[in-house]
């Protein structure tokens, strides 16, 4: 980093002549590659192939080194992860999962990465925020209840889900997260997320995130969060939760405390399946190209070695046809 | 707010969230531990995330959210 910076203030420094001498010498080096390739010049030849393996060795050690980093950050992720599964799954036997509860304000929270180099994770949870959203929008529009189409909002976590979802779904971003993962992740991070969420009055959230199954499989998922006035619907009309007893004065009151409790929960425990889920993915990714990368290399190591011994056996040749001529 | 407003617990009354609530009981617990286990409780309780609300498709003003006192972004 501190190198770049230090030719940038070179080149700001010595003004444009610098910089389109650059420029011209960099022309220059390419226009005689170019013609080395065209006119098959023995040496140069070489030399570019020489090059290309170097470069495509050096890629290889660096995606090698990455695959190595993340295949160890997976390993404390997924004692993590599977120690968060044990806050949620109570409220899913509890109180059911229900992504098909209507609302007038739906929050979409799809959950991703910062940084990228880890396969598909991230646009598989755009793509899936897109599917919902439509499919939300029209299960609206199809139950015709006389209300006003639902609003919907998303509150995007991570910068490559922003990237994406800011194409085409700018006008629905409420807000965005970003760098939950810098330092590791805690319950009372995620709280403070939530009390965020909490902020836009939803009456329903659905997290979309990729869980962990396997170091080779990560399924997006979406949790679905109801607010208190949905959960008591949601009860009234039979859901999970009527067959519990609730004791107490205050029904409302904890079913508020309860919904609150849910969201902090459910955000933890996707926050968490997405680390472990970018991590394996990366370690996968990263995997492939180290192996493609290889491939590369053997095929380039195999021009080089044929365009060398083919210049040898002309070498051979001319001196052996020349010396012939010379005798007869 | 329901009908059992009067009723309700004083920390509701005093605006804040149930979380807001929990996660001050959890700081007061984990400031009462003993040493060894105080500063492996202590990681336990820092938060760093940036967040910035949107309006009419545009980024407004980014806030950092961050309690690591200032090792935040060093850390990974």
Known sequence: MSLRRAGLALLRQQGAPL???????????????????????????????????????????????????????????????ENSRGIVQPFLRMLGDMPDTQGAKAVFVPVTSDKGLCGGINSTVCKYTRATVKAVRDGAAAADSGEAAPEMMLVVMGEKGRAQLQRDMRDNIYGTVADTNKVKI??????????????????????????????????????????????????????????????????????????????????????????????????????????????????????????????????LIEIISGATALAG | MSSSAAASAYWRVAGMTYLKYSNLCADMVRAALKEPAKAKAKAREIIYFRQALWKDGQPQKQVITDTTGGSGGKLS
Request: proline share 3%; glycine share 4%; net charge negative.
């Open chain 1, 19 to 81: 910089v389109e001498s650059l420029s011209a010498t960099t022309q220059q080096a390419q226009g005689a590659v170019r013609e080395a390739v065209e006119g098959c010049s023995r040496g140069v030849s070489t030399l570019a192939v020489k090059q290309r393996m170097k470069s495509v060795g050096n890629i290889q050690k660096i995606t090698k080194a990455m695959k190595m980093v993340a295949a160890s950050k997976m390993r404390s992720a997924t004692a993590a992860t």
């Open chain 1, 186 to 315: 805690t319950f009372p991070e995620a709280s403070a997320i939530a009390e965020e969420l909490l902020k836009t009055e939803y009456d329903t959230a659905r997290i979309l995130y990729n869980r962990f199954v396997s170091a080779i499989n990560q399924k997006p998922t979406i949790a679905t969060v109801l607010s208190p006035d949905a959960l008591e619907r949601a009860a009234a009309e039979g859901g999970a939760m009527d067959s519990y007893e609730l004791e107490g004065p205050d029904r409302p009151e904890m079913l508020m405390d309860l919904a609150e409790f849910q969201l902090a929960a459910t955000l933890y425990n996707s926050m968490m399946e997405n680390n472990c889920s970018e991590q394996s993915s990366r370690m996968s990714a990263m995997e492939n190209s180290t192996k493609n990368a290889g491939e590369m290399l053997g095929k380039l190591t195999l021009t080089y070695n044929r365009t060398r011994q083919a210049s040898i056996t002309t070498e």
